[in-house]
């Protein structure tokens, strides 16, 4: 069927067809480029994403690994005794003060607390209250907050927020003050506490093992141990 003769296409009118159509090609080109990078933008973004999440997975796994329970080496029926009530005590969640002279193996017993407990797949940490001032020693166990230089607010974590959920060998605790241990009563009574410097508390669950190489009634007796704070731990 023939077109009326002003339906027909005449060559001026085909060129300037092929001429919008030629300057289009670019734009087109330009626009099926951009959805393609965008599309693998998007898909380098997750690989990237999953990628950050798996790392930080492993270093959590790093820094908290998993207590291996101790062995112990022992023949006589007292021992036997000692640690099947130990591991009774393990079971209650309560919080413990051993006490004894230097090297008699209070850290080992802890491990085991903690490895015959319900937090056995949980953080183990320890920390030695005589290896710093009692300053950085509340940064150590409750964490801080400041202002970096730019003014945006930095949050460090301390070992009571790090390693919720599982246990906390806290050594040579007659060297805490009576402000510190104050503060760890707070934190026990209501599993809350501040970062230094913070106006909001954080909530956290941890098991404390105190270790002591001085008898808890003779701190008492000395006003060095709050006899509230003993009554806590045992």
């Given at each position: 069927?023939?077109?009326?003769?002003?339906?027909k296409?005449?060559?001026?009118?085909?060129?300037?067809?092929?001429?919008?159509?030629?300057?289009?090609?670019?734009?087109?080109?330009?626009m099926k480029?951009?959805?393609?990078?965008?599309?693998?933008?998007?898909?380098?973004?997750?690989?990237?994403?999953?990628l950050?999440?798996a790392?930080?997975?492993?270093?959590?796994?790093?820094?908290?690994?998993?207590?291996?329970?101790?062995?112990?080496?022992?023949?006589?029926?007292?021992?036997?005794?000692?640690?099947?009530?130990?591991?009774?005590?393990?079971?209650?969640?309560?919080?413990?003060?051993?006490q004894?002279?230097?090297?008699?193996?209070?850290?080992?017993?802890?491990?085991?607390?903690?490895?015959?407990?319900?937090?056995?797949?949980?953080?183990?940490?320890?920390?030695?209250?005589?290896?710093?001032?009692?300053?950085?020693?509340?940064?150590?166990?409750?964490g801080y907050?400041?202002?970096?230089?730019?003014?945006?607010?930095?949050?460090?974590?301390?070992?009571?927020?790090?390693?919720?959920?599982?246990?906390?060998?806290?050594k040579?605790?007659?060297?805490?003050?009576?402000?510190?241990?104050?503060?760890?009563?707070?934190?026990?009574?209501?599993?809350?506490?501040?970062?230094?410097?913070?106006?909001?508390?954080?909530?956290?669950?941890?098991?404390?093992?105190?270790?002591?190489?001085?008898?808890?009634?003779?701190?008492?007796?000395?006003?060095?141990?709050?006899?509230?704070?003993?009554?806590?731990?045992n």
């Amino acid at each position: 069927q023939k077109l009326p003769a002003e339906s027909k296409f005449n060559v001026e009118t085909v060129d300037r067809v092929n001429g919008m159509l030629s300057q289009l090609k670019t734009p087109i080109a330009n626009m099926k480029l951009y959805l393609d990078t965008k599309t693998l933008n998007n898909t380098l973004l997750k690989k990237v994403d999953e990628l950050i999440k798996a790392k930080s997975k492993k270093i959590d796994q790093n820094n908290f690994p998993v207590m291996k329970e101790p062995e112990f080496s022992f023949r006589s029926i007292e021992m036997s005794d000692f640690l099947q009530l130990l591991d009774k005590l393990s079971r209650m969640n309560n919080h413990i003060i051993l006490q004894g002279e230097a090297a008699t193996g209070k850290e080992l017993l802890a491990k085991r607390i903690h490895c015959k407990s319900d937090r056995q797949g949980n953080s183990f940490l320890s920390f030695n209250c005589s290896t710093t001032n009692e300053k950085n020693l509340e940064r150590e166990l409750f964490g801080y907050e400041e202002l970096d230089p730019m003014g945006k607010l930095q949050v460090h974590q301390g070992i009571l927020e790090k390693g919720n959920q599982g246990t906390l060998l806290l050594k040579d605790i007659h060297l805490l003050s009576i402000e510190v241990q104050n503060k760890i009563l707070e934190y026990i009574k209501e599993n809350k506490a501040y970062r230094m410097g913070g106006i909001e508390r954080y909530s956290s669950n941890v098991r404390i093992i105190c270790t002591s190489n001085t008898p808890v009634d003779e701190l008492i007796s000395k006003g060095i141990f709050k006899k509230e704070f003993a009554y806590f731990f045992n």
